[in-house]
């Protein structure tokens, strides 16, 4: 970028006008030429070279004596022009003159690649969740660069083949003794060290990029995603940990050394992921086993590599030749670096256990733009919002959404937050998601902000998965574009409905059309005047199958068809609920719909609804604990500010334990959904069922307890309006009832359990 340019340094300074000719003979580059060196590149001089509109980069050797097999730019342009064709992010080569007469060395030219390079591991000045996402997004890039294949790049023979970490230690040492201007202890011992204890599986062979730090990828502008990894005169064929090891270091540094003081230690940074948590994503994309046991080895090393190269920039200082404007300070960073190096050999700074359930960099930028879109625009909505219910409680206009809302939609859709829920939509997975449906279970319209909302997600999943180009056109384009609204017609008054299977409104087919004929309840959302269609399970009339869960079919009913009727608006504990567009008794009496209407076909209704049942179970769960994190806030500020018998309520024990008993039950409940989402991303809804049901029992008790106490430290403020809590207990209560209620699914986990089980006790017989 061109604020990290400098004016070219005196020792670095080539005949520009040779340049300009040379360039303008192979690329018809137009003069003049405006030349500025960056201020970053301690090994080799880095340019910024300008003509006109066209911006390119140039990397050349340093002038003077160099180490043997040092500042190799012809094998930094070989490897980026191998990437660039196989379309990892890397500049794109553009040309290599090995001839010294041009500019006095070999050098290459790239591309300039627009975008941000930080040149502190420690991101000063990026919020925190960003700050996660940039370090995801890096480590990311990382294991997909050790994913590409040599025989594909055509790189079979760049580089060693065989023992990579010997080789390793043998130049690093090489090059330090050729360097140091004094025998440091810690050095010698730390290279004989790791020359005797070479790890025994030293037999991975992946193009490695040998210098992998922030400081060396260019992020997009305004996005967590690399654009291009930079400096490639390091790399070569090898051990895919060393490069993890080197990407680490900056975890394992104390602050307030040399060390920290001229390279900057992150392990203090707020919203840096901690060295486990990026161990944990890069196993996860390379797809092997998290637990790296010669991880020590590879930190060590890598401590002790650069601590070589701190010692070579040093030296190029005391010879006037060094490419960086800092360089003087590196020499006060060798001895420290190779200390910490021996105390993660010996032990003492060995790398924590991995951690579960971590987000992709798409799933924490996006988390962290919802989070403010929701602390700038939505929480502060709220008392505007409740107005216009209480204004119009008594008015048909309660089921109209309110302009506020409204207006929000169409920023939360211009920000690009917009069917966050749907994997294939927004590119996050279901554990991503369920971190953004927390942040939005904390305010009741907050998911209709983003067009999140149930129970039009569900029905949007059923016809993105199941439904027919027809079908997809007709209902799903205007439903993810929030255009209209939807509603689900599954419960029925006349039944016990916790057994699906007794459903009883009839689908019989009549030539080339289905009637439907029965009443349903607690059609949520159908109030609301955007609602347009409702999907509809019916008994097939004319169903010869003898299994019970082969009898029911979906069908989608639009709402303005003959004989559709809204019998009544049902309430929740006395509330409307028009927040949601209430939930109303449905007569569908003789409505007649096309065949093509049908969603999968016919008797298929049960295959087609579980797979919307699924992903939205998990997305009430985390707004249920959104919801109780919200709930706790509410109480823990009414504990600290209310007094009763001489003291704070939350110094009173029993107020102090329910405080304590309610951040137990909230991270138990996330913990317990993160997995069963992390269950839905990698073995499906069918195999995840389990930890599904267990969530959705949990997270809506979580809801009724933490509310419960709420509303009791509240006193009678809690079940009155002018706190959100009863409104809050009401939807959380019914939680227990809708999608099932608590006691199927706790019969379903038993009959799971009870199966797993006898599949344990059978495999150990």
Same mark, same amino acid.
């Given at each position: 970028?061109?604020?990290? =340019?400098?004016?070219?340094?005196?020792?670095?300074?080539?005949?520009?006008?040779?340049?300009?000719?040379?360039?303008?003979?192979r690329?018809q580059?137009?003069?003049?030429?405006?030349?500025?060196?960056y201020s970053?590149?301690?090994?080799?001089?880095?340019?910024?070279?300008?003509?006109?509109?066209?911006?390119?980069v140039l990397?050349k050797?340093?002038?003077?004596?160099?180490?043997?097999?040092?500042?190799?730019?012809?094998?930094?342009?070989?490897?980026?022009?191998?990437?660039?064709?196989?379309?990892?992010?890397?500049?794109?080569p553009?040309?290599?003159?090995?001839?010294?007469e041009?500019?006095? =060395?070999?050098?290459?030219?790239?591309?300039?690649?627009?975008g941000r390079?930080?040149?502190?591991?420690?991101?000063p000045?990026v919020?925190?969740?960003?700050?996660a996402?940039?370090?995801?997004?890096?480590?990311?890039?990382?294991?997909?660069?050790?994913?590409?294949?040599?025989?594909?790049?055509?790189?079979?023979?760049?580089?060693?083949?065989?023992?990579?970490?010997?080789?390793?230690?043998?130049t690093?040492?090489?090059?330090?003794?050729g360097?140091?201007?004094?025998?440091?202890?810690?050095?010698?011992?730390?290279?004989?060290?790791?020359?005797?204890?070479?790890?025994?599986?030293?037999?991975?062979?992946?193009?490695?990029?040998?210098?992998?730090?922030m400081?060396?990828?260019?992020?997009?502008?305004?996005?967590?995603?690399?654009?291009?990894?930079?400096?490639?005169?390091?790399?070569?064929?090898?051990q895919?940990?060393?490069?993890?090891?080197?990407?680490?270091?900056?975890?394992?540094?104390p602050?307030g050394?040399e060390? =920290?003081? =001229?390279?900057?230690?992150?392990?203090?940074?707020?919203?840096?992921?901690?060295?486990?948590e990026?161990?944990?994503?890069?196993?996860?994309?390379?797809?092997?086993?998290?637990?790296?046991?010669?991880?020590?080895?590879?930190?060590?090393?890598?401590?002790?590599?650069?601590?070589?190269?701190?010692?070579?920039?040093?030296?190029?200082?005391?010879?006037g030749?060094?490419?960086?404007?800092?360089?003087?300070?590196?020499g006060?960073c060798?001895?420290?670096?190779?200390?910490?190096?021996?105390?993660?050999?010996?032990?003492?700074?060995?790398?924590?256990?991995?951690?579960?359930?971590?987000?992709?960099?798409?799933?924490?930028?996006?988390l962290?733009r919802?989070q403010?879109?929701?602390?700038?625009?939505v929480?502060?909505?709220?008392?505007?919002?409740?107005?216009?219910?209480?204004?119009?409680?008594?008015?048909?206009?309660?089921?109209?959404?309110p302009?506020i809302?409204?207006d929000l939609?169409?920023?939360?859709r211009?920000?690009?937050?917009?069917?966050?829920?749907?994997?294939?939509?927004?590119?996050?997975?279901?554990?991503d998601?369920?971190?953004?449906?927390?942040?939005?279970?904390?305010?009741?319209?907050?998911?209709d902000?983003?067009?999140?909302?149930?129970?039009?997600t569900?029905n949007?999943?059923?016809?993105?998965?199941?439904?027919?180009?027809?079908?997809?056109k007709?209902?799903?384009?205007?439903l993810?574009?929030g255009?209209?609204?939807?509603?689900?017609?599954?419960?029925?008054?006349?039944?016990?409905?916790?057994?699906?299977?007794?459903?009883?409104?009839?689908?019989?087919r009549?030539?080339?059309?289905?009637?439907?004929?029965g009443?349903?309840?607690?059609?949520?959302?159908?109030g609301?005047?955007?609602?347009?269609?409702?999907?509809?399970?019916?008994?097939?009339?004319?169903s010869?199958?003898?299994n019970r869960?082969?009898?029911?079919?979906l069908?989608?009913?639009?709402?303005?068809?003959?004989?559709?009727?809204?019998v009544?608006?049902?309430?929740?504990?006395?509330?409307?609920d028009?927040?949601?567009?209430g939930?109303?008794?449905?007569?569908?009496?003789r409505?007649?719909?096309?065949?093509?209407?049908?969603i999968?076909?016919?008797?298929?209704?049960?295959?087609a609804?579980?797979?919307?049942?699924?992903?939205?179970?998990?997305h009430?769960?985390?707004?249920?604990?959104?919801?109780?994190?919200r709930?706790?806030?509410?109480?823990?500020?009414?504990a600290t500010?209310?007094?009763?018998?001489?003291?704070?309520?939350?110094?009173h024990?029993?107020?102090?334990?329910?405080?304590?008993?309610?951040?137990?039950?909230?991270?138990?409940?996330?913990?317990?959904?993160l997995?069963a989402?992390r269950?839905?991303?990698?073995?499906?809804?069918?195999?995840?069922?389990k930890?599904?049901?267990?969530?959705?029992?949990?997270?809506?008790?979580?809801?009724?307890?933490?509310?419960?106490?709420a509303?009791?430290?509240?006193?009678?403020?809690?079940?009155?309006?002018?706190?959100?809590?009863a409104?809050?207990?009401?939807?959380?209560?019914?939680?227990?009832?809708?999608?099932?209620?608590?006691?199927?699914?706790?019969?379903?986990?038993?009959?799971?359990?009870l199966?797993?089980?006898?599949r344990?006790?059978?495999s150990?017989?």
């Amino acid at each position: 970028m061109e604020d990290q =340019t400098t004016p070219v340094r005196e020792q670095h300074r080539f005949s520009v006008s040779q340049l300009q000719r040379y360039l303008s003979s192979r690329l018809q580059v137009p003069a003049p030429l405006g030349v500025r060196q960056y201020s970053c590149g301690q090994s080799n001089p880095t340019f910024l070279v300008q003509s006109g509109s066209q911006s390119f980069v140039l990397r050349k050797k340093p002038p003077g004596a160099l180490l043997p097999g040092a500042h190799r730019v012809d094998r930094e342009f070989q490897v980026q022009e191998a990437l660039h064709g196989a379309g990892f992010p890397v500049p794109k080569p553009i040309l290599f003159c090995s001839d010294p007469e041009v500019i006095g =060395t070999s050098f290459y030219l790239m591309e300039h690649v627009q975008g941000r390079i930080f040149r502190d591991g420690r991101l000063p000045g990026v919020a925190a969740a960003e700050r996660a996402a940039l370090y995801v997004a890096a480590v990311e890039t990382l294991a997909r660069l050790h994913a590409t294949d040599l025989q594909d790049l055509g790189l079979q023979r760049y580089g060693g083949r065989e023992e990579y970490c010997r080789r390793q230690v043998s130049t690093w040492t090489r090059q330090y003794r050729g360097s140091t201007h004094q025998d440091l202890p810690a050095m010698k011992q730390l290279s004989e060290w790791l020359m005797e204890n070479l790890p025994p599986s030293d037999h991975q062979v992946v193009l490695v990029h040998g210098d992998f730090r922030m400081e060396n990828l260019v992020f997009h502008p305004t996005e967590a995603r690399v654009l291009a990894v930079l400096d490639w005169e390091l790399s070569t064929t090898g051990q895919p940990l060393a490069d993890l090891g080197y990407f680490l270091m900056a975890h394992y540094w104390p602050e307030g050394s040399e060390v =920290t003081d =001229t390279m900057g230690s992150v392990s203090a940074m707020e919203g840096v992921p901690r060295a486990e948590e990026l161990i944990s994503i890069y196993c996860r994309c390379r797809g092997i086993p998290n637990v790296l046991p010669e991880m020590s080895f590879y930190l060590a090393l890598s401590h002790f590599k650069l601590a070589a190269i701190a010692q070579g920039v040093y030296a190029r200082f005391l010879l006037g030749n060094a490419s960086a404007p800092n360089a003087a300070q590196f020499g006060q960073c060798v001895a420290p670096l190779a200390q910490v190096g021996l105390q993660i050999a010996h032990g003492s700074l060995s790398p924590p256990e991995p951690r579960l359930f971590l987000q992709t960099s798409r799933g924490l930028t996006v988390l962290g733009r919802v989070q403010d879109f929701m602390r700038r625009h939505v929480l502060p909505a709220q008392e505007e919002v409740a107005e216009y219910y209480r204004k119009h409680a008594n008015s048909p206009q309660r089921w109209t959404t309110p302009q506020i809302i409204q207006d929000l939609k169409v920023k939360a859709r211009a920000a690009g937050l917009w069917n966050l829920f749907l994997p294939s939509v927004s590119g996050l997975s279901q554990l991503d998601y369920a971190h953004v449906a927390e942040e939005t279970g904390r305010c009741v319209f907050a998911p209709d902000v983003f067009n999140c909302q149930a129970p039009d997600t569900g029905n949007m999943e059923v016809l993105h998965m199941f439904g027919t180009e027809e079908q997809k056109k007709k209902w799903l384009e205007p439903l993810l574009n929030g255009d209209i609204r939807s509603c689900f017609c599954m419960t029925e008054p006349g039944v016990a409905s916790s057994d699906a299977t007794n459903m009883a409104c009839s689908l019989l087919r009549d030539g080339e059309h289905y009637v439907v004929h029965g009443r349903k309840w607690w059609a949520s959302g159908a109030g609301n005047p955007e609602c347009k269609v409702a999907i509809v399970m019916c008994r097939n009339a004319s169903s010869e199958s003898n299994n019970r869960h082969k009898q029911h079919s979906l069908v989608l009913v639009p709402l303005d068809a003959a004989g559709v009727t809204r019998v009544r608006a049902l309430t929740v504990f006395g509330q409307d609920d028009a927040v949601h567009g209430g939930h109303f008794e449905m007569d569908f009496h003789r409505v007649t719909v096309p065949v093509s209407d049908v969603i999968l076909g016919e008797g298929r209704g049960f295959e087609a609804a579980q797979g919307r049942l699924g992903p939205g179970r998990l997305h009430h769960c985390m707004r249920a604990v959104g919801l109780s994190e919200r709930a706790l806030e509410l109480l823990c500020h009414r504990a600290t500010t209310r007094t009763t018998f001489g003291k704070k309520l939350y110094q009173h024990e029993v107020v102090s334990h329910w405080i304590a008993e309610c951040r137990l039950l909230i991270d138990q409940t996330r913990l317990l959904t993160l997995s069963a989402a992390r269950a839905l991303d990698t073995t499906g809804s069918r195999a995840a069922r389990k930890q599904i049901a267990l969530t959705k029992v949990a997270a809506a008790r979580l809801g009724c307890r933490v509310l419960d106490v709420a509303i009791q430290v509240h006193g009678a403020a809690g079940v009155s309006d002018d706190f959100p809590l009863a409104q809050m207990y009401s939807s959380v209560r019914a939680l227990r009832l809708a999608d099932g209620p608590d006691e199927v699914h706790l019969s379903s986990v038993a009959r799971l359990e009870l199966r797993d089980q006898r599949r344990k006790t059978s495999s150990r017989l």
